[in-house]
């Protein structure tokens, strides 16, 4: 019994189900069947002799029917065994029902087409053939047996066999359509595996892809956003909702795409200094059309063009190391030596003129040669409520400042990562620049902390008069600059040394920025992420 039911649960549910409707048909057929006898009297119709042969054969058939269900319904026995005695027991019934009601001229005999039909069907092939074997037999014994025994004319072992071949060719066809519905079913389900594999792929392909992917259906409704796309608009939950209600900028470039006025790729200005290049690809999905939207971020674009930039800085700065400074060196020292033994005021200034000029030569090659520590930053975290006052008397000492001309106004400060070398390099240079275009009046350079979006920022702001307009867009360029012995590589340095830390650096004027102040220049830097620490919000002046 245990190998039964062990057999039995291997065998798929829907070919019990399919069992089930085969029964349940039987015992419809069945039903018709006795109430058609007990109707129309099946005595009167048949004889007395075999029309109580036709009424007892029906109600046998209809107790078997009805006791198919027991095991069916509890499994007794394997899934095969149970399909063969329906099919056999169909088979003795409907021939006897046959002969009963005249033999192959009453048709009753086509019923077990039916029954050929769904055993090969819900089977899936399996011994259909044997069935029709067994179905064409068991019809030539009765034909013959009413031959013998009932005078039926000898010329109908012709019908038989036509009944014969019949049941032959529909369990043929039954087998093969069942072969066909198997083949599919399979190909069915490993098309559903490979679905699942590829929605499986898809989705880690997504979540690892380092350019956002947001796909936006033909409602301009987001469907689906990967967690770059999530880090780049910061914004995680916008998954399901409308494009233009979540991204008011992004929509504006998607609906300039869809009315084809873009032409190539786009750029995406995003929070903190950072840009998007946008790509868009139409997806058609029968009538409607959706499109899959790409941000590459341009900070991997700028650091991989940042890796060949520093490769060939380290060539340069090695050879400058060697082939400019040792001669610049000499330079010096011999105009030192002139200097000593000249006593022409001419000559003097022309000495004076040489050494200045090789000064400035070798400040341009100390600032180079600082370039090449942009990708050995050592990050550690720190308060900025701790730091800036230190650095601040460190600077006012060094740089000879009036009491109260650096002042620091410390909003809702925190913890930021940034490599304590960098940022006092950084924050001295953008000191020492508004310093020398500020005022030098109380308050007229200021250093503020807060936060934006979630991210800490520490402003430096001067009272000068600010950035021409025409020099904005090449402030941070390397070697710009407008002061007559200025290097133009102080923000450059900056700016890269920021980005080495996971920072950004920009320029606004300082009437752009929440304040008092609305005239001068403010930089702004913003870190990495926030850390807010606990300290209480205080006015330092310097």
Request: aromatic residues 8%.
């Amino acid at each position: 019994m245990n190998a039964q039911i062990d057999n039995a649960d291997s065998t798929p549910a829907d070919f019990w189900r399919s069992l089930t409707y085969f029964n349940l048909y039987r015992l419809a057929l069945v039903s018709f069947i006795v109430v058609i006898a007990l109707l129309f009297d099946a005595r009167a119709l048949f004889g007395a002799e075999k029309g109580r042969l036709f009424l007892m054969t029906g109600w046998f058939y209809a107790v078997i029917v009805i006791l198919s269900f027991v095991p069916l319904r509890l499994r007794w026995l394997p899934f095969s065994w149970q399909l063969a005695l329906q099919v056999c027991s169909d088979i003795v019934a409907l021939t006897v029902l046959a002969y009963a009601s005249g033999g192959v001229q009453s048709s009753v005999g086509l019923l077990l087409m039916v029954s050929m039909a769904v055993a090969g069907i819900i089977s899936r092939g399996r011994i259909t053939l044997l069935f029709a074997a067994l179905a064409s037999i068991a019809a030539l014994l009765e034909h013959a047996y009413a031959v013998l025994y009932d005078d039926a004319p000898v010329v109908q072992y012709i019908q038989v066999g036509l009944l014969c071949v019949a049941f032959f060719a529909v369990a043929g066809l039954a087998h093969k359509l069942a072969q066909y519905a198997l083949d599919n079913q399979k190909l069915a389900q490993r098309r559903g595996r490979d679905l699942i594999g590829m929605a499986e792929a898809n989705r880690l392909v997504m979540r690892d892809m380092q350019d956002g992917v947001l796909v936006v259906d033909e409602h301009d409704k987001i469907v689906q956003m990967n967690p770059s796309a999530a880090h780049l608009l910061h914004n995680a939950g916008a998954a399901g909702s409308w494009l233009a209600s979540s991204f008011p900028l992004l929509y504006a470039q998607y609906a300039l795409w869809k009315n084809n006025a873009l032409s190539g790729r786009e750029t995406l200005q995003l929070d903190g200094g950072l840009q998007a290049r946008l790509r868009f690809v139409g997806v058609e999905r029968e009538a409607a059309q959706g499109a899959v939207i790409f941000l590459e971020d341009m900070q991997h674009v700028q650091a991989e063009a940042q890796q060949i930039k520093l490769a060939a800085l380290g060539r340069l700065t090695a050879n400058l190391a060697h082939e400019v400074r040792n001669p610049l060196s000499a330079i010096s020292y011999a105009t030192e030596l002139l200097q000593e033994e000249s006593g022409d005021a001419r000559q003097e200034r022309l000495l004076q003129l040489i050494r200045e000029n090789t000064q400035r030569i070798n400040r341009i090659i100390e600032d180079v040669m600082q370039l090449n520590r942009r990708d050995r930053a050592q990050p550690e975290t720190f308060d900025l409520a701790v730091l800036l006052p230190t650095f601040m008397d460190e600077f006012i000492q060094a740089e000879r400042v009036a009491p109260g001309v650096v002042v620091l106004q410390a909003g809702q400060a925190g913890m930021v990562t940034f490599d304590r070398g960098h940022f006092r390099q950084v924050l001295w240079n953008l000191c020492r620049n508004g310093l020398h275009y500020g005022h030098h009046l109380p308050g007229s350079l200021a250093l503020v902390t807060g936060v934006e979006r979630g991210r800490v920022t520490l402003e430096v702001r001067d009272d000068g008069p600010g950035i021409a307009v025409e020099h904005r867009s090449r402030l941070f360029e390397p070697f710009f600059t407008t002061a007559e012995q200025g290097t133009g590589l102080g923000l450059y340095i900056a700016k890269e040394l920021c980005e080495a830390n996971g920072a950004w650096l920009a320029y606004y004027d300082a009437e752009d920025r929440p304040g008092e102040r609305k005239s001068g220049a403010c930089f702004i830097i913003t870190f990495g992420e926030r850390r807010l620490g606990k300290r209480p919000v205080h006015q330092h002046g310097g």
